[in-house]
């Protein structure tokens, strides 16, 4: 079935650096999504990304969908401790008309200070 | 304007007893879904529902799990005789439109199922 893989699993990095997280569909989508879980917290939609080729920037964040539409980058200029969580990205399931995200494996980022 | 709203947050049951989970989405909002959130993984699509109908079911569990969503009322996922493997925060969100393009889904708090 339909994969949604994301690399890396995990990252550490030192506040002032930056990170990008990488995600993967095993096949074409129609857009992306992305998310952004704080530490027990819940999913926060961040941005959606529907063109081949689109990127988007929000502040710090910048977001890009391939060319193929089968990946999908974040990146984050100059990490803060407030970035910390887990980054996911989201693409629909093959079935048109229905609203059915099959979410990546998440990127975990820890800042440290 | 309130957002997704989930209770209870957190539930513990021993095994063979039942969960109840509930979910009122957004105002105006007639698209439910339910995802599962295993420790230190991503979530799982399980059902999502609009007004007294199932839509889509097809990563709910056949047994022990169902889901309804009444005309008047919450969402309920229902477990029946849970087992320690359930243990996950379940997410409930909704969204205003069904289709995919264009449509921000809003997730509720959670609600974290402890099974002992």
């Known amino acids: 079935g339909q994969q949604v893989m994301q690399i890396p699993q995990y990252q550490h990095v030192q506040e002032g650096e930056d990170f990008t997280t990488y995600c993967n569909s095993s096949t074409t989508l129609s857009n992306i999504q992305w998310y952004k879980q704080r530490p027990g917290g819940h999913p926060v939609f961040l941005i959606q990304l529907v063109k081949s080729g689109e990127v988007k920037k929000q502040k710090r964040l910048t977001f890009q969908f391939g060319e193929a539409k089968k990946n999908s980058s974040l990146h984050i200029t100059a990490t803060q401790t407030t970035d910390v969580g887990t980054y996911f990205c989201a693409g629909p399931s093959g079935t048109s008309g229905t609203y059915k995200y099959i979410f990546g494996t998440g990127t975990r980022l820890k800042v440290l200070a | 304007n309130a957002g997704v709203m989930q209770n209870p947050r957190h539930l513990v049951r021993r095994r063979g007893q039942e969960a109840r989970l509930r979910c009122s989405p957004v105002?105006?909002?007639?698209?439910v879904y339910w995802y599962r959130q295993l420790p230190e993984e991503g979530l799982k699509f399980m059902v999502y529902?609009?007004?007294?109908?199932?839509?889509?079911e097809s990563g709910m569990p056949k047994e022990r799990f169902s889901a309804e969503f009444p005309k008047e009322g919450p969402s309920i996922l229902r477990i029946q005789q849970v087992v320690r493997g359930d243990s996950a925060a379940y997410f409930c969100a909704s969204s205003l439109r069904s289709t995919t393009m264009n449509t921000e889904a809003f997730f509720g708090q959670g609600t974290r199922l402890t099974v002992v």
């Open positions: 529902l609009q007004k007294e109908n199932i839509i889509d």
């Open positions: 105002k105006g909002h007639s698209h």
